[in-house]
């Protein structure tokens, strides 16, 4: 092979080399000025949020708090009246009806009395058939005696003239315990008011047929109401924690009848029997003072409220400030710090709390009573006035 062959050989080799360094040059070439002309992204700085808060000034104060609870209206007095002898209802009083008032020995309603009228003259006849017996045999006793005195009877006719005296009086007292049944009985065709009240539960009426022990009606005792009304375990402990007697504490009542409310003043007059044993609760008991002069009647569902223990130097502030089950937030150069409580109580929409953690809280700090969902210790704040 000549120079030339060689050359051109040599020279086509080098060629075919040569493209792909080409190639790869013109592209790194390539991203180096697309590297060098791309936009630049500049970091944009957000700015810190600030939550808009309302809060609390709190200072520690001696709170007494008002008990908020419900009851029922009871009567004070409520007797039944039932019938105490057999006998068809022939008189009836005109207060005799269903929310009439009547007074104490007013009548309601009359049984037949003819024949206890009958029956009462038949055992004052007996009975005085037996007193004349009495008398009878008393002379005979005193004449019979003379004669013994003077042995003119034997021992045999004085004992059995001493026997007979002892007989009629065993039935002379037999005589008078019936005659005391027969005025009784009468006295039992007339069913009267016990009391002063409100008639009830009329069951019975003119011409009815009653058998011992029917229930003709109720007399409500309405100058005599009573609140019935239930305290925790806890609300008891509270209220007994001073030492001083529940009795007569005074109580505030409310009743709502439509759109209005009326309130009435009561006083506490016992403590329930018993405990309830699944709820360690105790039931209460209030008079309305001036009931007679209330609209009120037992059954009436009322609102409650009584003073509730003193709570001593704590601090109070709306239940929204409470985080978790026992932390609160203030606001400390414009973020929100954590502090650790105990809550003692309520009074309202309020908590009475004391500080608890190592940080403790001061008077005049402000805490935060905004619920943030996002909120914690350290965010940025904004007390809204």
Known sequence: MNNDAVKKVTGGVAAVFKRPLLIIAVTIVAIVLLLVTRP?????????????????????????????????????RRSELRALVPGRIVKAGPNFSEGARVVAGE????????????????????????????????????????????????????????????????????????LARAERALRDTR???????????????????LSVND???????????????SLSNAQYGRVIADGEPVEGRPVGVAWQVGNEVLRFDATLARVGAEID????????????DNADESPLRPGAFV??????????????????????SNNVYVVRNGRM???E?????????????????????????????????????????EVRQ
Do not use: C
């Not at 808009?52 to 004070?76: K, N």
């Not at 016990?194 to 069951?203: D, F, N, Q, R, T």
């Not at 609102?303 to 978790?324: C, H, N, Q």
């Open 191 to 209: 069913l009267t008011a016990p009391y002063e009240g409100v008639v009830h539960a009329v069951s019975a009426d003119l011409g009815k047929q």
């Open 303 to 324: 609102w409650i409220t009584m003073k509730d223990m003193v709570f001593k130097g704590v601090f109070r502030a709306p239940d929204s400030a409470l985080y978790g």
């Open 40 to 76: 630049k992204l500049e970091p944009v700085l957000l700015d810190e949020r600030v939550w808009p808060v309302e809060v609390a000034e709190v200072y520690r104060r001696d709170v007494q708090p008002e008990l908020e609870l419900f009851g029922e209206v009871v009567a004070g």
């Open 107 to 178: 009548l309601l309603v009359e049984i037949d009395p003819f024949d206890y009228r009958n029956d009462l003259a038949e055992q004052k006849a007996l009975f005085s058939e037996a007193q004349v017996r009495m008398q009878t045999v008393e002379r005979e006793l005193k004449r019979i005696r003379e004669l013994y005195d003077e042995n003119n009877v034997s021992e045999q006719n004085l004992d059995d003239a001493v026997l007979a005296v002892e007989q009629q009086t065993a039935t002379l007292e037999q005589r008078r315990i019936s």
């Open 337 to 339: 710090e954590s502090r």
């Open 341 to 381: 409580i105990n809550v003692l109580g309520y009074t309202g929409n309020d908590m009475l709390f004391e500080s608890a953690g190592e940080v403790p809280i001061a008077d005049g700090d402000q805490v935060v009573i905004t619920q943030i969902r996002e909120g914690g210790a350290g965010i940025r704040v």
């Open 277 to 288: 044993s699944s709820t360690g609760g105790v039931d209460l008991y209030a008079v309305i």
């Open 215 to 229: 229930k003709v009606a109720e007399v409500i005792d309405t100058g005599r109401l009573e609140v019935r009304f």
